[in-house]
């Protein structure tokens, strides 16, 4: 059983960042694939970015490329991701989460196949 764990979370103002990690124990992460969620009030859980066991390729929404950037130290067992240019519509719970497979960009909308779970850190863009 895995166990991941989030941190970075909290208040900040439009158009400034955050950086958020995650630390994977209970299994190397090399061979998996971990990706960062969100789920703000009364929405559903949405895929933000992932990045891939299988190469370096990494994946995003249409509504954070180009401010958001997904990392990975396998060596750590972290992931991290970094949140620039925030606007009050990334204000939400972010999770993190793993799962096997080879795939594409699909995955960040295949929420169900993602394994473990993360317990979530909150975000909050507001002035």
């Known amino acids: 059983q895995l166990q991941l764990v989030e941190s970075g979370g909290g208040l900040v103002q439009p158009g400034g960042s955050l950086r958020l990690s995650c630390v994977v124990s209970?299994?190397?992460?090399?061979?998996?694939?971990i990706g960062w969620f969100r789920q703000a009030p009364g929405k559903a859980r949405e895929g933000v970015s992932y990045s891939s066991s299988s190469d370096d390729s990494t994946y995003y929404a249409d509504s954070v490329k180009g401010r958001f950037t997904i990392s990975r130290d396998n060596a750590k067992s972290m992931a991290y991701l970094q949140m620039n240019s925030l606007k009050p519509e990334d204000t939400a719970v972010y999770y993190c989460?793993?799962?096997w497979g080879y795939g594409g960009r699909y995955f960040l909308d295949d929420l169900d196949r993602w394994t473990d779970w993360g317990q979530g850190t909150q975000v909050t863009v507001s002035s």
């Open positions: 209970g299994r190397p992460l090399d061979n998996l694939n």
């Open positions: 989460a793993t799962r």
